[in-house]
């Protein structure tokens, strides 16, 4: 059983930049995982902010938030990182992180990873 464990986020002002890291237990490494970040706002349904496939080029965004929001990962570290730069008020909400073994096809599907981070809140404020 893999476990992701989410840190950083919590809150800032519109304009501001926020970085979420996600570090997997146990033996996982995120090398041998498509990663993505997902996003739920409040009384809506969970949405896909970005993925990285194992090949390193590899990564998509959701439309609000490119040029805003990089995703990366350093294998050395074992670890997936999420930096949110100039954040809006929409970008409230709790995030997930998320790896996946599946083809690299359409990775911003919810239902093709299996294992999920705890979550954690950004709320990002007028």
């Known amino acids: 059983q893999v476990q992701l464990l989410q840190s950083g986020g919590g809150l800032a002002q519109v304009g501001e930049s926020l970085r979420l890291s996600c570090v997997p237990s146990g033996w996982a490494v995120i090398r041998d995982y498509h990663m993505a970040w997902f996003r739920q706002a409040p009384g809506r349904e969970r949405e896909f902010v970005a993925a990285s496939g194992t090949n390193t080029d590899s990564t998509v965004y959701t439309d609000s938030v490119k040029g805003r929001f990089t995703i990366s990962r350093d294998n050395a570290k074992n670890a997936l990182y999420l930096q949110m730069n100039n954040l809006l008020l929409e970008d409230t909400g709790v995030y997930f992180c998320?790896?996946?073994?599946?083809?690299?096809?359409?990775?911003?599907?919810?239902?093709?990873?299996?294992?999920w981070g705890q979550g954690t809140q950004i709320t990002v404020s007028s």
């Open positions: 998320a790896a996946g073994v599946f083809v690299w096809e359409t990775p911003g599907e919810s239902i093709k990873y299996r294992y």
